[in-house]
Antibody
């Protein structure tokens, strides 16, 4: 049974950093591309970043390029999103998702506020 | 970046009626288009992938069609649990992009 469980969200001041985690079970990260997608309150979906199945490629939305880094720990079957220099507009629910994406986690809420 | 435009923004229908949702791409995405359903407080759920393939466990009343730049999601006979927001998404080019959503509401 495929499951994705995000954690690490919270309230943070502008300019600070936060690291999100996504624990995967029921499959191995090394077999799938993995994504972070976010959704600001009451808004639509915005794709944030992706890491290829073999970890050799990463792509980022322009809005986060240079500030966010996607990575993974295969031994722990966990995906990460390091978020630096956070801005007010980064406030959103952050979802990790597998593959196409087909499976999604339930999300972790990040609130950037002074 | 490929822009996806969904129409209508809101669709008001009654249970048992047929729903037709549209998604138009600014450039061809071939058949690399997916549809998601999202209910309040929940993560998106994959309905259709590669334009016309139903995801696992999705009822047959959901169907998708189209290729290139014009796509349609059809729900043949609405059930009460179908009222939700629907997003299209392309995976033809980086960055992947989503449409702004269609809110399917009960009339």
């Amino acid at each position: 049974q495929v499951q994705l469980a995000e954690s690490g969200g919270g309230v943070v001041q502008p300019g600070r950093s936060l690291r999100l985690s996504c624990a995967a079970s029921g499959f191995t990260l090394s077999s799938y591309a993995m994504h972070w997608v976010r959704q600001a309150p009451g808004k639509g979906l915005e794709w944030v970043a992706v890491i290829s199945y073999d970890g050799s490629n990463e792509y980022y939305a322009d809005s986060v390029k240079g500030r966010f880094t996607i990575s993974r720990d295969i031994s722990k079957n966990t995906l990460f999103l390091q978020m630096n220099t956070l801005r007010l507009e980064d406030t959103a629910m952050y979802y990790c998702a597998r593959g196409a994406p087909d499976y999604w986690g339930q999300g972790t809420l990040v609130t950037v506020s002074s | 970046e490929i822009v996806l435009t969904q129409s209508p923004a809101t669709l008001s229908l009654s249970p048992g009626e047929r729903a037709t949702l549209s998604c138009r791409a600014s450039h061809s995405v071939s058949s690399y288009l997916a549809w998601y359903q999202q209910k309040p407080g929940q993560a998106p759920r994959l309905l259709m992938y590669d334009a016309s393939n139903r995801a696992t466990g999705i009822p047959a009343r959901f169907s998708g069609s189209g290729s290139g730049t014009d796509f349609t999601l059809t729900i043949s006979s609405l059930e009460p649990e179908d009222f939700a927001v629907y997003f299209c998404q392309q995976r033809s080019n980086w960055p992947y992009t989503f449409g702004q959503g269609t809110n399917l509401e009960i009339k």
